[in-house]
Nanobody
Framework: QVQLVESGGGLVQAGDSLRLSCAAS????????AGWFRQAPGKDREFVAS????????YYSDSVKGRFTISRDNAKNSVYLQMNSLKPEDTAVYYC??????????????????WGQGTQVTVSS
């Protein structure tokens, strides 16, 4: 079992930055890949970024590449999403996920077994 708790969301203006955090508990954190997804109103949940179990490898969606950075601190059982140059289209609920059978970055939503409750990010124009 893995429990995930996101934090750090909020209301910002276009061009601002936010840092999301996801605290994990349960299974040994350094043994599985993690990722961030988001869901805007009326849309399906979509992949944002993923990171390998060691933190050495990352993968991003084209829509956030160059603006967002995913990282993890295995000593603190946490994964982060640094979001810079935010745009109104980044507005969504952001979810942290754990892919406990994988060690490399994971894009497919179906490969994540555990999810946090989500944190709202709203970017005003």
């Amino acid at each position: 079992q893995v429990q995930l708790v996101e934090s750090g969301g909020g209301l910002v203006q276009a061009g601002d930055s936010l840092r999301l955090s996801c605290a994990a508990s349960g299974r040994t954190f350094s043994t599985y890949a993690a990722g961030w997804f988001r869901q805007a109103p009326g849309k399906d949940r979509e992949f944002v970024a993923s990171i390998s179990s060691s933190g050495a490898r990352t993968y991003y969606s084209d829509s956030v590449k160059g603006r967002f950075t995913i990282s993890r601190d295995n000593a603190k059982n946490s994964v982060y999403l640094q979001m810079n140059s935010l745009k109104p289209e980044d507005t969504a609920v952001y979810y942290c996920g754990a892919s406990i059978l994988r060690r490399t970055p994971v894009v497919e939503e179906r490969s994540y077994e555990y999810w946090g409750q989500g944190t709202q990010v709203t970017v005003s124009s």
